[in-house]
């Protein structure tokens, strides 16, 4: 069944958007990207923060589904915490423009996105993890660490690379495609120094 208008633009922008990022990307490059012209891009959707709305919207929602099964899952904590990393890589490398655009969106609405996204049927839920990472700590089988602290540092080590993308490629002269595969070889990499981190 050929896709609708509107799965085009998405598919389009969500291309564009990952190739791009949410600053670069222009209006006009997305629907040239979907094979229309601008106006009926614009008649679906008014304006790039909107279009990119609904990109967000369907990736956060595939993000936390998967991220919450992790939290949930009965696994030893080293495997859970190997599986989040990269589920959570996974979704950063497939919509590479997020953490900027959460990162904007939290700086022009502030505690308003925040309770946007906590009022969703589906939102993260990192209790579970939480709790194992406690249960470990009292039975000595990690070093003693402050889970919350554990779980912002498994978060900053897969976010911030993406947050910083356009610092880092200036600085470090890569392209896109350079990049990208490189925050594909990171998932080892974040796994180890989380590993090392907490062993006994």
Do not use: W
């Not at 919350?148 to 890569?174: D, E, K, T, W, Y």
């Amino acid at each position: 069944m050929e896709a609708s208008t509107e799965d085009k633009i998405l598919n389009a922008a969500r291309e564009v958007f990952t190739r791009k990022g949410f600053a670069a990307t222009r209006m006009q490059e997305i629907a040239d990207q979907a094979g229309i012209n601008k106006g009926l891009l614009h008649y679906y959707f008014r304006n790039k923060n909107k279009l990119f709305h609904a990109v967000f919207d369907e990736a956060f929602d595939q993000f936390i589904l998967r991220i919450n099964e992790v939290f949930a899952a009965d696994m030893p904590l080293f495997e859970k915490i190997d599986a989040f990393v990269s589920q959570y890589m996974a979704i950063l490398i497939a919509n590479p423009a997020l953490p900027s655009f959460v990162i904007n969106e939290l700086n022009q609405k502030g505690e308003a996105f925040v309770k946007e996204l906590m009022s969703r049927k589906n939102k993260p839920n990192p209790l579970p993890l939480i709790g194992q990472i406690q249960m470990e700590v009292q039975a000595g089988r990690i070093r003693e660490v402050n889970p919350f602290h554990l779980v912002l540092n498994m978060i900053s080590l897969c976010v911030f690379p993406f947050v910083a993308r356009p610092l880092f490629q200036g600085i470090a002269q890569v392209d896109d495609e350079t990049y990208l595969n490189l925050m594909e070889s990171r998932k080892p990499e974040i796994i180890d120094f989380i590993h090392n981190a907490i062993r006994v």
